[in-house]
C-alpha cells in the first residue's frame, strides 16, 4: 500500500497546490481532530451537496445532525456541474441561499471560486489538510484516482498501454461512462495535457471499441462480467466491488505521467464567513469522517494522520497538472459532442 510520504511526494509533483496557497504549505502540519473536541453546531446551515458516493455522504450528514441535535442542517442535492451553475446563478440574481458548497469533483469547486463567490479557507482549517492538497479558495476533503480497471482473466497487467494514449491504438473491449463527471473531468485533463487534436483522435480511436454505461461503477461491473477487457473509472468503484464480491474478477492497473493517473480532490467552499460553515468544514476533516470516507468509501482522506484505503496501487505516477484548470469544462463537453462520444 502507498505510504503518506509517497502519496504526498506525488501530489507536489502533480502541482495539487492551488494558486495562491503556498502560504498553507508552510503552516505546521496538525492531526485530524477528533469529533469530540470540535463546538457543538447550532443553528441553521444549508449545504449543496454534489451527487455521488451512494449513500455514504447522506451517513455521513446523519451522523452530524445526531451529534449535534440544535442544528438545522438543509442539504440540497444535485450534480455538482448543475449547483455550481445554480450558485453562479442565485449570485447573479442577488440571491443567497447556501453556506456551503460540497462537491465532488474540483471542477465544479473551480467554477465557484473563479466567480469570486467563495472564501479564503482559513489557516485553523488549513493546517489539518496534508500539505500538498491546501488550496485557498477550498477545503480539500477526499481524493481520487484515475485508474484503468481490468478482467485478469482476460488481460494480463503487463499487457495494458502504460500510456492512456495508447489504449486508442488497441483492440481492447473497453467500458467508459462519458456522461458522468468523473470521466469528463479526466477528459479536461487530458486535453489540457495532450492539446485538443490529440484528446479528439483519442476519442474517436476509443469509441470504435467502447461500450457507454450510465456510471462506473456499472463500468466496473461490466469488467468482471467479462462483458469488456477493460475499464475507466475512479478506483474506489473497484475496490469497493471487491468489498463486496472478493472473488470478483477486476484488478486496479494505472497509467503513468498522464490524465490516466489523474489524483482529483472533492470538497467544499466557504460561501460566507459564518463560523458555523467554518466548524462544520472541521467535522468533514475530523479523525471519524475522514475515517470512514477511507474504509468505507474507500477515498483518500485528505487530513493528516488518517491511513490510507487498502487496495491502493503501490505505485503512483500522476501528471502534473493545477486542479483549478478542470472548470474549464465547456470545450471538453464540446468534443465529446463533436466526436459523438456524448
Known sequence: ???????????????????????????PTAEAESADDLPPLAGTLTV???????GLYD?????????????????????????????????RAGVKRADLFWSIDASSLGVVAAQGKSRPIPVS????????????????????LRTVAYNPDRIQAAQLPTRIMDFAKTDLKIGWAPAYGAFQSFVTAMRLL????????????VKRQAKSYAGELGVVMAVA??????????????????????????????TENDAGSLVNSSGVLLLD????????????????????????????????????PDGLP??????????????DLKPTLELLRETRVL
Request: net charge positive; aromatic share 8%.
Open 1 to 27: 500500500m502507498l505510504d503518506r510520504r509517497s502519496l504526498l511526494k506525488s501530489a507536489f509533483a502533480l502541482g495539487l497546490v492551488g494558486p495562491g496557497a503556498l502560504w498553507a504549505a508552510d503552516t
Open 48 to 54: 449543496y451537496l454534489g451527487r455521488g458516493e451512494g
Open 59 to 91: 451517513d455521513i450528514v446523519a451522523a452530524i445532525r445526531k451529534r449535534n441535535p440544535d442544528l438545522d442542517l438543509r442539504i440540497r442535492r444535485g450534480p455538482s456541474a448543475a449547483l455550481a451553475n445554480t450558485l453562479i446563478a442565485e449570485s
Open 125 to 144: 482549517i488549513q493546517r489539518h489538510i496534508k500539505p500538498a492538497f491546501r488550496y485557498d479558495q477550498w477545503a480539500a476533503i477526499s481524493g481520487r
Open 194 to 205: 495532450e492539446g485538443e487534436d490529440r484528446t479528439r483522435a483519442w476519442l474517436q480511436g
Open 225 to 254: 462480467r467479462g462483458e469488456v477487457d477493460v475499464g475507466f473509472a475512479n478506483h474506489y468503484y473497484t475496490l469497493r466491488l471487491k468489498k463486496g464480491q472478493p472473488d470478483a474478477n477486476v484488478a486496479l492497473a494505472l
Open 273 to 308: 464567513d459564518n463560523p458555523l460553515a467554518g466548524n462544520f468544514v472541521r467535522y468533514l476533516l475530523s479523525r471519524e469522517v475522514q475515517s470512514f470516507l477511507a474504509s468505507q468509501a474507500y477515498e483518500i482522506p485528505m487530513a493528516a494522520g488518517i491511513d490510507l
Open 314 to 327: 503501490d505505485k503512483i505516477h500522476p501528471p502534473k497538472i493545477d486542479l483549478t484548470q478542470l472548470s
